[in-house]
């Protein structure tokens, strides 16, 4: 038994010897399996690598050319969409620029007109502040109205009439005649010192002072034509004078601080205060019923000349009807001729015929009557006519 336990022993030794070289074949192997692995896995990598970035690179070419191709396919798609916009934005640039050529331009223009206009206004002040300016200037408003009003001078109004006032004379810039006989007295008044002045006051204060002196002013001018007394001057005048003041704005800004001015003119100096919009309105209704006047008087005049020309009528048919009847006696007188001439002149006449004295062809033809008559007049009026003449008074008498 110990024998064979050293002889399993040695058998054992021997197997794990044997075991440990196989197991170092073993690892050997694999280390070179692994080693081969390795290697065709390097290999298959490398050449799986090449592989797909070869088709990588191919299909990034295909993929760049595709996407060029369709960049420049979408690029000139979205050059023929812009290409519109383009022109009418550069058309609308081009409009721009000349527009703001145009409105320099005219800002230059427009800035030398207003100073021209400043400069005006300037003048036109400085002149009215002028007491002979301001008159001519309130004359011509009011002939303005006056002849925009349909009203013709020397017939319908007269102007700068001098009047005789007893201790003294005046001079109103116009006399309107109003049918019926009425003459109204109109005077214009512009007082545009202290009204002027209150535009360019610095303050409210100073402001107010001289729109009170410039409603004064006009209280003042009411005065002055209230005393005068033309109603008592000028035959045919009412109990008032009309006050022509040429802007509304200077009778408003003085009723603003006195507004009991055109009822205090009235009232105590019997003077109507009026601006261009109420003097137009009365002279207009003036001239309405001067045309109505001169509308009755022709029509009076056409029913006497409608009477006239009837009579006339009346007259000239009696005597075509004078006419008629003297061409029925002509007709009858000729009918009568050419009877007798048929009946007793013509046939002694073709005895000659017969006795050869005549030849055929220069016989005597046969005269023809006339049958017709003239129309005799039958209107009623005509008929009456008081003139019938005679074709030998006809002929021998004047056309009425």
Do not use: C
Request: charged residues 30%; aromatic residues 4%.
């Amino acid at each position: 038994m110990r024998g064979e336990r050293e002889a399993v022993r040695r058998e054992l030794a021997a197997v794990k010897a044997d075991h440990e070289a196989r197991s170092e074949e073993l690892a050997e192997a694999r280390k070179q399996i692994e080693t081969q692995f390795k290697g065709i896995a390097a290999d298959v990598v490398k050449t799986n690598s090449a592989t797909l970035l070869e088709q990588a690179k191919e299909q990034f070419e295909n993929q760049r050319q595709l996407s060029h191709t369709d960049l420049e396919k979408r690029q000139k798609a979205i050059d023929e969409l812009v290409k519109p916009v383009k022109e009418n934005l550069a058309k609308f640039e081009e409009q721009v620029v000349a527009m703001e050529k145009d409105r320099k331009g005219a800002y230059d223009v427009l800035r030398n007109q207003v100073g021209q206009l400043r400069d005006t206004a300037q003048n036109l002040s400085e002149a009215l502040r002028s007491p002979q300016m301001r008159g001519q200037w309130g004359e011509q408003q009011l002939r303005n109205i006056l002849e925009l009003s349909g009203l013709s001078e020397r017939i319908d109004f007269v102007e700068q009439d001098t009047i005789d006032l007893g201790e003294g004379r005046g001079r109103p810039d116009a006399v309107v005649h109003i049918p019926g006989g009425l003459e109204v007295v109109i005077d214009a008044k512009t007082p545009l010192s202290s009204y002027l002045d209150a535009h360019h006051a610095d303050d409210d204060q100073r402001q107010s002072e001289f729109l009170n002196n410039h409603a004064n002013t006009l209280m003042g001018h009411a005065k002055t034509l209230g005393d005068r007394d033309y109603a008592a001057a000028v035959d045919g005048s009412p109990d008032f004078v009309v006050m022509f003041v040429p802007a509304e704005p200077i009778l408003d800004a003085a009723m603003d601080v006195k507004p009991t001015l055109w009822e205090d003119a009235w009232q105590k100096h019997r003077v109507l205060i009026a601006t261009p919009g109420l003097l137009l309105a009365f002279l207009r209704t003036v001239a309405v019923a001067w045309q109505q006047q001169d509308l009755q008087e022709n029509a009076q005049k056409i029913a006497d000349g409608a009477a006239d020309l009837y009579d006339s009528l009346r007259v000239y048919a009696g005597h075509v009807d004078g006419v008629g009847k003297g061409l029925n006696r002509a007709v009858d007188a000729y009918n009568r001729s050419i009877g007798s001439l048929e009946g007793r002149v013509l046939p002694r006449a073709r005895k000659f015929e017969d006795w050869g004295v005549v030849p055929g062809s220069k016989q005597i033809e046969s005269a023809t009557s006339v049958e017709a008559i003239a129309r005799p007049v039958a209107a009623p009026e005509l008929v009456e006519a008081e003139a019938e003449p005679s074709v030998q008074e006809l002929t021998g008498a004047e056309d009425d």
